[in-house]
T-cell receptor, first 116, second 111 residues
Framework: ETGVTQSPTHLIKTRGQQVTLRCSSQ?????VSWYQQALGQGPQFIFQ???????GRGNFPPRFSGLQFPNYSSELNVNALELDDSALYLC???????????????FGPGTRLTVL | QKEVEQDPGPLSVPEGAIVSLNCTYS??????FMWYRQYSRKGPELLMY????GNKEDGRFTAQVDKSSKYISLFIRDSQPSDSATYLC???????????FGAGTRLFVKA
């Protein structure tokens, strides 16, 4: 059973640019959630995808968007990058019929994004 | 006011000590309560989850939830240097998916 993987590990962008982060779910998982973790803070929920549909969204602007593919891998896209977008971006996959909170979330190692 | 509040520490204890980590939450709708451990440069890993009030024990770890006071606790017995990490408490609604995390408490266990 393979774990959750994310790419790239680190990324440096400049303000105004666009970025795409990728996540491969754990085998057998159909739900992916994305979180933003600023330095010294806990992860903040961005959105969740269940079977290729957005299943809910946190308090993030529309320039944060995502996709989930038929193989349940996922992308997080951020447009018009701002300095405050610098953070660790985590994806977490889980299994279950509804993608509810009781399903154990397995986190990837994260992508460290720096916006200059 | 944040929905889940957690003292960021750091907390430093000698090996073998009992560690008590605590959080408070404000949303009465929260039914699921989790503790995650995060090592440096790693993603969080789920340690324990509890539904509603009560205690749950797993080896050296005990999680407690008191919904009347909106208080969440994690106890670590016989702490080890390998327990040194950031501990995140988290909560969510019944059947919900949006997990709200505390800021995390950094724990150092000295050999």
């Amino acid at each position: 059973e393979t774990g959750v993987t994310q790419s790239p590990t680190h990324l440096i962008k400049t303000r105004g640019q666009q970025v795409t982060l990728r996540c491969s779910s754990q085998s057998g998982h159909n739900t992916v959630s994305w979180y933003q973790q600023a330095l010294g803070q806990g992860p903040q929920f961005i959105f969740q995808y269940y079977r290729e549909e957005e299943n809910g969204r946190g308090n993030f602007p529309p320039r944060f968007s995502g996709l989930q593919f038929p193989n349940y891998s996922s992308e997080l896209n951020v447009n018009a990058l701002e300095l405050d977008d610098s953070a660790l971006y985590l994806c977490a996959s889980s299994s279950g019929t509804s993608g509810g909170a009781t399903d154990t979330q397995y986190f990837g190692p994260g992508t460290r994004l720096t916006v200059l | 006011q944040k929905e889940v509040e957690q003292d960021p520490g750091p907390l430093s204890v000698p090996e073998g000590a009992i560690v008590s980590l605590n959080c408070t939450y404000s949303n009465s709708a929260f039914q699921y309560f989790m503790w995650y451990r995060q090592y440096s440069r790693k993603g969080p890993e789920l340690l324990m989850y509890t539904y509603s009030s009560g205690n749950k024990e797993d080896g050296r770890f005990t999680a407690q939830v008191d919904k009347s006071s909106k208080y969440i606790s994690l106890f670590i017995r016989d702490s080890q240097p390998s327990d040194s990490a950031t501990y995140l408490c988290a909560s969510s609604n019944t059947g919900g998916f949006k997990t709200i995390f505390g800021a995390g408490t950094r724990l150092f266990v000295k050999a």
